[in-house]
C-alpha cells in the first residue's frame, strides 16, 4: 500500500524547503494523476502565500489557492497558547480532510520551525504530521554552519522526530559550501535514513530585475518582459563619469543612475552589447526622471530591450537601501531560478531510493502533465549529445540554457563562438557548459566531405558539390549524427522541413524494417495524451505505407509509455462503407494484423468511434481499441494536418512535434512558429529517441 501524503518542514527560513518540494512534486507528477499541495499553517501576509502560489502555478495543480492552507500563524499560536493544541490539531485535520479526499496524493509543506514562539517545547511541524499520518522530510541549512554544527543538528532532528513517532522518511541538508558538501557526501552514503545533500546556489539568493520592481514599485520603461528574469549580483551606483565607469562595470550590476544622464544610460547600455564588456542585469534611474521621449527611442532604435530600464521616485540613497531589503524567492514566470533549483535537487537525489521510500501509487493513465515531466526525467537519467545547428535564434538560445541548467541534455551548439556567446550575454543567458562548434573551422569538416561524397556519388555528387553541402549547418549536423559525434539533432526553427528532412534521408536513411520516414504529434489533452499520425510528412500513402506509419507509430507510442491502440481512420467504421479510400485503409489495417499480430489494431474506423465509449457501444461493441484508441492513423495529409491543428486550437490540446520517427537515428523538425517550451519538448523527446528504450 503506498502512502498517500507528505511532509516537508525546515528547522529554520531560507532553508529551501520550497527547492525539496519542487523537486519531490516532479518526481510525482511523472506519476500521479491527482496531486494537491497544502500547507497547514502560513505566516500573516496581505498578498498570496508565495510557496503555494508556486507549487500551484508551476505544476498546473487543479486546486484553488484559498483551501491550500489550514490556518494563519497568528490564529495557530493563539490557540497554543491558550492551551488549546487538541484545538488546533483539530481545525487542521477537519480542513486537510475535506481538502485531500479529493486527490491521490497531498504533498505537505510546513512552515519553517524558526517562525514559530521559540518558547514552544515541541515542533507543531512533527505534531501535525503525526496526526496528518504523514511521513516526515526534514530540511536543514549548511549556510556557515561548520561540519560539526550539520552533523548536530542532523542527529538532533533524527532523535526529535522518532521521540514523536513519526516516520522519518529523509533528510535534506541544503546551501551547502564545496568543502561540506563533499566531506557529507563521503561520510553519510550509506546510512539507514537517506539523506541528501545540495550546494549553496548562489543565484537562488540574488533577486531578479522584476522582483526588485515589484517590491520598490518600479516602472518598467525599456526592455521585454523576459528580460526582467536577469539576476541581479549587486546593485551598483553610477557616480562618476561614463568613461571611468567602465573601468568598473562588473557581471550582473545593476546599475543605479539619475534619470537624467543620458550619457551614463547609453554608455551602460551599449557597453553591455560589446563583446569586451560583462553582461549587466539591468539599470534603474532614480529620482523620478525619465528621459525624453527622443531618446527612448533612440534607445529602442538601437535595439537595447533585452537589457531592461527601470524609474522610480525615490534618490539614490533611499533606492538602495531598499534594494537591500529585497528577498530573493522562485516565481513561476523566472524559468531560470526554477532549472537551476531543479537541478540542484535532481544533482543531489538518487531517485530510486526516495521513490522506494515514498511507495508513491502509481497512475494507469498517462496524463499530458505526466507526459511532459517524465520526459526530463528520462532524458536526464541516460543523457545524450544532440545538436542545435540554428544557435542564431534567440528561441534555440533561451531553451538551451533551461536544458542545460537542468542537466537533461548534452547540447552541441553550430556557430562562431564568439558570436553565440556574445549573443547568449546580451540575452542574460548561461550557456557555458554547451560545446560550440564552428563547421567552417572544424577539424570534422574535411572527414565530413569525404564521408559525403563516398556517400553520395554514385547519385552524381562531385566533391565541391559536398564541400557546398557542408556549409549548410543542418547538413553538417546530420553529419554529426550519422558519425556518431552527437546522438541526435533538432532543427527547423529557422529552416525549411525540407531543409532538415532531405540530409537525414540522405545520409541517416531508414531502419531496415521501415521504408520510409513519417511524422507524430503526441497530442496532450485534458487528461490523455494521444497520438496523431502522420500529420506533417506523407502526403497520400499507399496502403503498405499506412501499414508502416502504424507500425512505427506503436513503437513511437510504446518508447513514451502509451500502450498503443491503433485506429485506423476513415469516414467509415468496419464494413459499412465502400470506395478507395476506405479500401485503402482495411488494406493496411490487414497489413499491420499480418506483419504484427501482437498489436491491438481498429480499421477502418471513425473518429468518433475510436474514442467516444458510448459511440463504440454502438458501432463496434466487441473492440478492444474502439472507444479507448490511443494511436491515430489518418488516411492521408491533408485529413491529418488539418485534423491536429483543429484539435490543437479547438480543444486547447498541446501539440508536441512533429516527432520524426522511421529514422536509423533521431533527427526532429521544429515549426518555425515554435515557442520555447516546444524546442524544450523537442529536443527530450529526440533524446530519448536516441536512448532508444521503451518505459
Known amino acids: 500500500m503506498g502512502i498517500k501524503n507528505l511532509y516537508i518542514a525546515s528547522l529554520e527560513s531560507n532553508a529551501g524547503s520550497l527547492l525539496v518540494s519542487m523537486g519531490i512534486m516532479q518526481l510525482l507528477k511523472s506519476r500521479i494523476e491527482k496531486l494537491a499541495f497544502f500547507r497547514p499553517i502560513i505566516e500573516e501576509t496581505s498578498s498570496v502565500d508565495n510557496d503555494s502560489h508556486f507549487m500551484i502555478t508551476h505544476f498546473q495543480l487543479d486546486q484553488r489557492i484559498e483551501e491550500s492552507y489550514g490556518m494563519k500563524l497568528s490564529e495557530a499560536e493563539a490557540l497554543i497558547a491558550e492551551g488549546k493544541e487538541n484545538v488546533m490539531i483539530e481545525r487542521l485535520i477537519a480542513r486537510y480532510r475535506r481538502f485531500a479526499d479529493q486527490y491521490d496524493f497531498v504533498l505537505i509543506e510546513g512552515l519553517n520551525r524558526s517562525a514559530f514562539d521559540k518558547a514552544l517545547?515541541?515542533?507543531?511541524?512533527?505534531?501535525?504530521?503525526?496526526?496528518?499520518?504523514?511521513?516526515?522530510?526534514s530540511v536543514i541549512s549548511g549556510k556557515e554552519k561548520s561540519f560539526d554544527q550539520i552533523v548536530h543538528e542532523m542527529t538532533l532532528e533524527d532523535a526529535a522526530i522518532l521521540h514523536e513517532h513519526d516516520e522519518h522518511l529523509a533528510l535534506f541538508v541544503n546551501r551547502l559550501d564545496e568543502q561540506n558538501l563533499i566531506r557529507l557526501r563521503t561520510e553519510y552514503s550509506h546510512t539507514n535514513l537517506p539523506a541528501f545533500f545540495i550546494p549553496e546556489i548562489d543565484e537562488l539568493d540574488m533577486p531578479s530585475v522584476g522582483e526588485i520592481q515589484e517590491a520598490l514599485r518600479c516602472e518598467h520603461i525599456l526592455g521585454s518582459s523576459s528580460s526582467l528574469e536577469r539576476i541581479v549580483h549587486r546593485p551598483k551606483i553610477a557616480a562618476m563619469n561614463a568613461e571611468h565607469l567602465l573601468e568598473h562595470l562588473q557581471e550582473g550590476d545593476f546599475v543605479i543612475v539619475p534619470g537624467d544622464r543620458a550619457d551614463i544610460i547609453l554608455t551602460v547600455l551599449g557597453a553591455n552589447y560589446a563583446k569586451n564588456f560583462p553582461s549587466i542585469a539591468g539599470v534603474l534611474l532614480c529620482g523620478g526622471l525619465i528621459p525624453s521621449q527622443p531618446f527612448l527611442e533612440l534607445l529602442h532604435g538601437l535595439d537595447f530591450d533585452t537589457i531592461p530600464v527601470l524609474s522610480i521616485e525615490t534618490d539614490t540613497y533611499d533606492t538602495?537601501?531598499?534594494?537591500?531589503?529585497?528577498?530573493?524567492?522562485?516565481?513561476?514566470?523566472?524559468?531560470?531560478?526554477?532549472?537551476?533549483?531543479?537541478?540542484?535537487?535532481t544533482d543531489a537525489v538518487d531517485e530510486t531510493v526516495l521513490l522506494g521510500r515514498l511507495k508513491a501509487p502509481q497512475s494507469p493513465v498517462m496524463t499530458p502533465q505526466m507526459f511532459e515531466y517524465t520526459l526530463f526525467e528520462r532524458a536526464r537519467k541516460r543523457r545524450q549529445r544532440i545538436v542545435l545547428p540554428e544557435s542564431g535564434d534567440e528561441r534555440i538560445l533561451h531553451a538551451a540554457e533551461i536544458l542545460l541548467q537542468r542537466n537533461a541534455v548534452d547540447l552541441i551548439l553550430l556557430g562562431e563562438r564568439e558570436t553565440v556567446l556574445h549573443h547568449a550575454m546580451k540575452l542574460g543567458l548561461d550557456l557555458s557548459k554547451a560545446t560550440i562548434i564552428n563547421p567552417a573551422e572544424s577539424e570534422l569538416n574535411e572527414r565530413y566531405i569525404t564521408d559525403v561524397y563516398a556517400m553520395r556519388r554514385h547519385k552524381g555528387m562531385t566533391i565541391n558539390a559536398a564541400k557546398d553541402a557542408l556549409a549548410h549547418p543542418t547538413y553538417f549536423?546530420?553529419?554529426?549524427?550519422?558519425?556518431?559525434?552527437?546522438?541526435?539533432?533538432?532543427?527547423?526553427?529557422?529552416h525549411t522541413t525540407q531543409d532538415t528532412i532531405r540530409p537525414a534521408l540522405q545520409i541517416i536513411k531508414t531502419t531496415p524494417d521501415i521504408s520510409l520516414v513519417s511524422s507524430l504529434f503526441f497530442m496532450c489533452l485534458d487528461a490523455r495524451v494521444l497520438v496523431y499520425a502522420d500529420c506533417a510528412v506523407n502526403?497520400?500513402?499507399?496502403?503498405?505505407?499506412?501499414?508502416?506509419?502504424?507500425?512505427?507509430?506503436?513503437?513511437?507510442?510504446?518508447?513514451?509509455?502509451?500502450?498503443?491502440?491503433?485506429?485506423?481512420?476513415?469516414y467509415s467504421t468496419g464494413n459499412s462503407g465502400h470506395g478507395d479510400d476506405v479500401e485503402k485503409v482495411r488494406q493496411a489495417t490487414q497489413i499491420v494484423k499480418q506483419r504484427r499480430p501482437d498489436l491491438m489494431?481498429?480499421?477502418?474506423?471513425?473518429?468518433?468511434?475510436?474514442?467516444?465509449?458510448?459511440v463504440a457501444r454502438i458501432k463496434l461493441p466487441d473492440s478492444p481499441v474502439a472507444g479507448k484508441a490511443t494511436v491515430f492513423i489518418f488516411p492521408d495529409l491533408n485529413t491529418g494536418n488539418n485534423t491536429y491543428k483543429a484539435v490543437q486550437r479547438s480543444a486547447g490540446a498541446i501539440a508536441i512535434g512533429p516527432v520524426l520517427q522511421g529514422l536509423n537515428k533521431p533527427v526532429n523538425d521544429l515549426s518555425r512558429g515554435c515557442e520555447i517550451p516546444d524546442i524544450v519538448n523537442t529536443v527530450l523527446i529526440t533524446a530519448i529517441q536516441a536512448q532508444g528504450e521503451s518505459v
Open 539 to 570: 502526403l497520400n500513402p499507399s496502403a503498405a505505407e499506412l501499414a508502416e506509419i502504424a507500425i512505427a507509430s506503436a513503437k513511437s507510442a510504446s518508447m513514451f509509455g502509451i500502450e498503443p491502440r491503433i485506429a485506423m481512420l476513415s
Open 477 to 494: 549536423a546530420t553529419m554529426m549524427v550519422q558519425s556518431g559525434d552527437a546522438d541526435g539533432m533538432v532543427s527547423g526553427a529557422i
Open 320 to 345: 538602495i537601501v531598499h534594494i537591500e531589503q529585497v528577498t530573493s524567492t522562485i516565481r513561476p514566470q523566472y524559468h531560470r531560478k526554477i532549472a537551476l533549483a531543479m537541478r540542484g535537487f
Open 601 to 614: 489494431i481498429e480499421g477502418p474506423i471513425q473518429y468518433d468511434a475510436a474514442i467516444d465509449p458510448d
Open 121 to 137: 517545547e515541541r515542533d507543531p511541524n512533527l505534531i501535525i504530521a503525526k496526526n496528518l499520518q504523514a511521513p516526515f522530510i
